[in-house]
């Protein structure tokens, strides 16, 4: 089983900046994959970016491409993601998740990952 903790949501204006983390526990494989997703209120959850759990490999979403960067501490067990110029739409609730392998085909695919954390709210005010 594994465990997914995200913290580091809040209130910014547009234009700035956060940083989310997800603290990983349990059994953690070097073949896992790390994700980030976003939900809205009233739309669907979103692919925002993964990464292998060996830091080689990342995903994005192209509505975040250029502004957002993922990143993995395998020392920590910690992922993170920078978000750099923020706007109005980025708000949303943004969920770590987890899966086994890196498949290029179904990284934004949020049926294929297993392993889910709580969500952190982040809201971008105009």
Known sequence: Q???VE???????????????????GRIFS???????????????EFVAAISWSGGTTS???SVKGRFTISADNAKNTVYLQMN???????????????LLFVT?????????????????VTVSS
């Open 85 to 99: 110029s923020l706007q109005p739409e980025d708000t949303a609730v943004y969920y770590c998740a987890a899966r």
């Open 2 to 4: 594994v465990q997914l």
């Open 7 to 25: 913290s580091g949501g809040g209130l910014v204006q547009a234009g700035g900046s956060l940083r989310l983390s997800c603290a990983a526990s």
């Open 31 to 45: 073949t896992f994959v790390m994700a980030w997703f976003r939900q809205a209120p009233g739309k669907e959850r």
């Open 60 to 62: 994005y979403g192209n």
């Open 105 to 121: 085909a179904t990284i934004h695919d949020r049926t294929y990952y297993n392993y889910w954390g709580q969500g952190t709210q």
